[in-house]
């Protein structure tokens, strides 16, 4: 596709933001919104330039939480999943108490652990490997559980090794369903760090998001929600990049046909 | 190389709710080292199944199977199959399909890959080998299937219709390669197909199956000589055999 027509493409997408802002900023003035209910964006991006430093370094406190809470989920996720998948022991045990689990609200653990660990890092990272672990774990059960069967019977007809089958056909096969939790789990650890920190933290954009609410300083929280959304996106982001160099075949990510 | 293949007694019965469902048999079949027999039946007559037990992917009901003078107890590794879904991998282009078998049998791809190219040219997709499954046709995923089938050189084939979705050009053609094939190779292969024409081109023995639950109701030796080439298939013989087969069916209210 030429670059020309890319940015046709894209063009909607991308002038909506900056129209919005303007409007926004329009409303907020005409109609004398009171700085501690709306900010104009104005506002906001000032705050956000202000107090740059703190934001910066709470960005790296929580991104923190939120990268090492999704990653030590997948460490343990992906592993688990295939050990469900393959063993009917754990399947009639481990499973039913991973999906009663999962509907349990894992943030009702947040004061929990505040009691037990602290105000520190550990609880916030165990709270967002816990909203990350769960659709890790389940959607990579699946994945690893429907494997067609003749495409297991082709395997068995070359006489394949557990782990030639595991390697060739059982992980390719299996990667487009995993990519379905990682993503669910990108999306649920930036909310779980935030609320993490909001309800017992002494940094991060949670803690400092609670802050600036409570002194009514409604243009610092909007930077700060600026920054989080920012945040979820760049985890997203960076998930959904590795899914499209590993999957270029898969369905989901072939190129639209050219009449769409 | 090849070997002989023995049926005894073999049948199957599915225990599905809400009835168990009797696919076929108790019947016997041999295929000898070497020749090429064609199974022909109604839909649903237990033609798949009947193959999945010989290739030792499924157990049967009753009965025994031997191959090679072996009794089949588990999967059979000295095979090659085509499957009625021809079950392809999207992470994988053409030849590297065909190169699955190298890989799951861990065999250096370097060994095999001369040959998956030249199965791939005797189909005409010799274009096609850096392309992935869902850029082909129906036929092409189907020959792709084939070529897997015979890479690894097996003495036994099976093909459950892999000539079923191809277009009548290219169905021509194939069954030509394969002859060729198997006159080269000498391989024991059976074959499951719709198309009578194509099981009395092809076979030395049509062997005829019932409906469900199946049955053999005749094995029909096909003296033409070979290759069966157009010539050999105008010929009166030729059509006397498919009009046998076809009259079987139409007794059995299928045609
Ligand atoms: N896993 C299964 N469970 C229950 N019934 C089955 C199963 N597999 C096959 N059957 C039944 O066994 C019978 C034979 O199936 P099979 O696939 O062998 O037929 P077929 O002769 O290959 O038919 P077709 O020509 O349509 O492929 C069918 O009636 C089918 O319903
Ligand atoms: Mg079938």
């Known amino acids: 596709m030429a670059w020309s027509e890319r940015l046709r493409r894209r063009a909607p997408g991308l002038l909506w933001a900056p129209g ?73 045990t481990f499973y039913p108490a991973a999906v009663t689990l999962e509907m349990v609200p894992k943030i009702a653990f947040a004061p929990l652990f505040v009691t037990w660990f602290g105000f520190g890092y550990l609880p916030k990272l165990i709270i967002v490997f816990l909203v990350c672990f769960f659709p890790i774990l389940l959607n990579g059960i699946l994945a690893f559980s429907s494997l067609p069967l003749e495409l297991r019977r082709l395997c068995a007809s070359t006489g394949a090794t557990a782990l030639r089958m595991f390697w060739h056909v059982r992980l390719p096969a299996a990667l487009p369903q995993l990519f379905v939790g990682f993503k669910g789990a990108a999306v649920n650890a930036t909310v779980g760090a935030t609320i993490a920190e909001w309800i017992g933290g002494d940094a991060g954009l949670g803690y400092y998001i609670q802050i600036a609410t409570g002194d009514l300083r409604m243009d610092l929280a909007f930077a700060i929600i600026m920054v989080l959304a920012l945040l979820g996106l760049a985890l997203f982001g960076a998930v959904a990049l590795v899914e499209r160099l590993l999957l270029p075949w898969h369905v989901s990510q072939r190129l639209p046909p050219t009449t769409a | 190389m090849s070997v002989a293949v023995e049926v005894r007694g073999a049948a199957k019965t599915f225990p599905a709710s809400p009835a168990p469902v009797h696919a076929f048999g108790p019947l016997d079949l041999d295929v000898a080292a070497g020749s090429f027999v064609a199974i022909v039946g109604p839909s649903g007559c237990g ?64 060994a095999l890959e001369p040959r998956a190219r030249e199965l791939l040219r005797s189909v005409g997709l010799d274009g096609f080998a850096t392309r992935r499954p869902y850029e082909l046709s129906g036929g092409m995923q189907q020959r792709t299937a084939f070529c897997r089938a015979l890479v690894h050189d097996p003495p036994l084939v099976l093909m459950d219709e892999p000539l079923g979705a191809l277009d009548a050009m290219t169905r021509e053609q194939l069954r030509s390669d394969l002859e060729r094939l198997w006159m080269r190779t000498g391989k024991t292969v059976i074959l499951v197909t719709h198309g009578i024409e194509e099981a009395v081109q092809l076979a030395d023995r049509v062997v005829v199956i019932s409906p469900r639950p199946g049955r053999i109701v005749r094995e029909i030796e096909v003296p033409l000589p070979r290759p069966r080439t157009l010539e050999v298939c105008e010929q009166a013989e030729f059509h006397a055999l498919v009009g046998e087969i076809r009259r079987l069916f139409a007794s059995y209210g299928v045609v």
């Not at chain 2, 009901?61 to 991998?89: D, K, M, N, Y």
Request: charged share 15%; no cysteine.
């Open chain 2, 47 to 110: 033609k798949s199944t009947l193959l999945l037990m010989i290739a030792g992917l499924l157990d049967g009901s009753a009965g025994e199977i031997r191959v090679g003078g072996r009794p089949v107890r588990g999967p059979l590794t000295e095979i090659g199959i085509v499957f009625q879904s021809h079950v392809l991998v999207d992470w994988r282009d053409v030849l590297g399909n065909v190169l699955l078998q190298a890989d799951l049998r861990g065999i250096p791809r370097a």
């Open chain 1, 20 to 92: 919005f802002l303007v409007l926004w900023e329009a409303i907020v003035r005409l109609l004398e919104v009171p700085l501690y209910i709306v900010p104009p964006p104005s506002a906001v991006l000032w705050q956000l330039w202000r107090n740059l430093p703190r934001i910066a370094h709470y960005t790296l406190v929580t991104g923190g939480e939120t990268l090492g809470g999704f990653l030590i989920a997948v460490a343990a996720g992906v592993p688990l999943a295939l050990a469900v998948a393959f063993s009917p022991f754990l399947r009639q």
